[in-house]
């Protein structure tokens, strides 16, 4: 059963590919079958002949059919050139000497006629006959929309025929590959950082044509950047200067020919100037709403994290990771507290960025005083808050177990927590939260001094008299 798929698939694959290939010829010309003999020459043009009533005898399907097809001439020595195939089949009658051809091209508004005459007594001898003409020597350009029609010769009204069509584009790969202006071009660039300005040089391509040179944003498509620079192709000098904003990884380097469906080149040289695109973070402080808007689609894992000042670590703040965005991340009912930070992580490496940290916005503050056996927390906030409070025990740097002991606490309020001997030491913390929102950074107090009167530590060491003794300790912000 696989086999038989894997044969349809390539059947398929080939079929699309010899759907790619133009038809070759080495020369154009004019030919009749059925041994009828035929000859060519130019026209008038297709606007320049008056139609007669045709007589009873003729038959209106006289003209019987009309296939057009593209055919490309290549020549050793010579650039490729795409031609029309037009095939046409009429009946031979004695009132039609012949046929006219001819193409119209929608985009130059310019036509193309030939005259298609037939050997008089052969084709009494043959009256009634199918006859098929083939002329292929009609040139176009790629991408081109043609109006062709066949008539006869006279021309009988309401005896013709008529057709559109388009002719390949680049994007066809025989096309793409064979004829000259499909190509590209080659992209160099030199850039100019002071300035904000990059200098494109362009080769490789026809001197004929005219060439579009941009700067756009590379996203599912490349986003313009300001206007398109024309390289003109009389011009011997094949530069152009086009000023950035910002190097940005997806910032590219576009050029085509000036032709329709032309196919593009792209140079994006700065995919590696990523730091730029950690700046662009925005808080609104009605909807304590945080968010991160990409200048460039970037693979990225973003996270909160609490900045410790001790070893210059950001400890991530759990639930808050999000992967891969397309425009925005978006953190609602955020703390603004200055250690509250974004880290963004790529392939290439992880990078922080603090937007409270310059102080611009209110931020909160936990003091605790140890008095006798009991430890006393504070909160201080210019706006209204509530906190959480507990003590913990610190097993690593970023790990603090808590011990059963939690507390809520309003601004302005303060909460005392009985200790035990056994609690005082240097991984026991006080650690405090904000609760009324959704992302809070938690505040550590550790190292906490308290005094048991008449006690000694558990340690050995000679005890010290600490009754009424009191140490303030505020956190860092």
């Not at 009256?127 to 109006?147: D, L, P, T, W």
């Not at 160099?188 to 990059?198: F, S």
């Not at 085509?256 to 140079?267: K, V, Y």
Request: charged fraction near 20%.
């Amino acid at each position: 059963m696989i086999s038989i798929y894997v044969q349809i698939l390539l059947i398929i694959l080939f079929w699309n590919t010899d759907c790619q290939i133009i038809p070759r010829i080495e020369e154009c010309g004019l030919s009749c079958s059925q041994g009828i003999h035929c000859k060519s020459k130019p026209s008038g043009g297709i606007f320049n002949s008056f139609c007669h009533d045709a007589p009873a005898s003729l038959s209106s399907m006289v003209l019987k059919s009309m296939k057009i097809s593209t055919v490309m001439k290549c020549v050793l020595g010579s650039p490729c050139t795409l031609h029309l195939n037009i095939k046409g089949t009429l009946s031979l009658d004695e009132n039609v000497r012949g046929l006219e051809i001819c193409s119209f091209s929608m985009d130059t508004q310019q036509s193309q006629c030939i005259n298609v005459r037939f050997t008089r007594k052969k084709s009494k001898m043959l009256n009634g006959k199918k006859v098929q003409v083939e002329f292929n020597c009609i040139e176009v350009n790629v991408a081109q929309h043609i109006y062709v029609t066949m008539k006869t010769l006279p021309h009988y009204c309401e005896v013709r025929l008529s057709q559109q069509y388009y002719v390949e584009d680049c994007r066809n790969s025989d096309v793409g590959k064979y004829i000259p202006a499909c190509s590209a071009g080659k992209l160099d660039y030199n850039l100019d950082r002071a300035r904000k300005i990059v200098t494109v040089n362009v080769s490789n391509f026809p001197r004929d044509q005219d060439y579009y040179v941009r700067l756009c944003h590379k996203w599912f498509t490349c986003e313009d950047v300001g206007a398109f620079a024309v390289i003109k192709g009389k011009e011997s000098f094949k530069s152009v200067s086009l000023k950035y904003s910002q190097l940005l990884p997806c910032l590219c380097i576009e050029g085509w020919l000036a032709l329709p469906d032309a196919r593009r080149m792209q140079l994006c040289p700065f995919e590696n100037d990523t730091q730029v695109l950690w700046d662009n973070i925005v808080y609104n402080p009605s909807t304590q709403t945080l968010a991160w808007e990409p200048a460039c689609p970037v693979l990225v894992t973003v996270n909160l994290c609490r900045f410790t000042r001790s070893n210059d670590h950001c400890e991530d703040i759990e639930n808050s990771f999000k992967n891969s965005p397309e425009k925005q991340v978006k953190y609602s009912r955020v703390d603004t507290h200055p250690r509250l930070c974004m880290k963004f992580t790529t392939k290439q490496g992880s990078w922080i960025k603090c937007p409270f940290a310059h102080g611009e916005f209110p931020a909160w503050k936990m003091r605790t005083a140890a008095v006798s056996e009991q430890i006393q927390v504070f909160f201080t906030s210019q706006t209204k808050a509530r906190f959480s409070v507990l003590v913990c025990n610190r097993t690593q740097m970023a790990s603090c177990e808590s011990l059963g002991m939690h507390h809520s606490v309003s601004v302005g309020d303060s909460v005392s927590i009985t200790v035990s001997r056994e609690m005082c030491g240097s991984t026991i913390c006080i650690q405090g939260w904000r609760t009324d929102v959704d992302y809070s950074v938690p505040l550590q107090i550790c190292d906490t001094y308290c005094g048991f009167h008449g006690q000694s530590h558990s340690d050995g060491n000679p005890a010290k008299a600490m009754t009424h003794r009191m140490k303030s300790v505020q956190s860092l912000h």
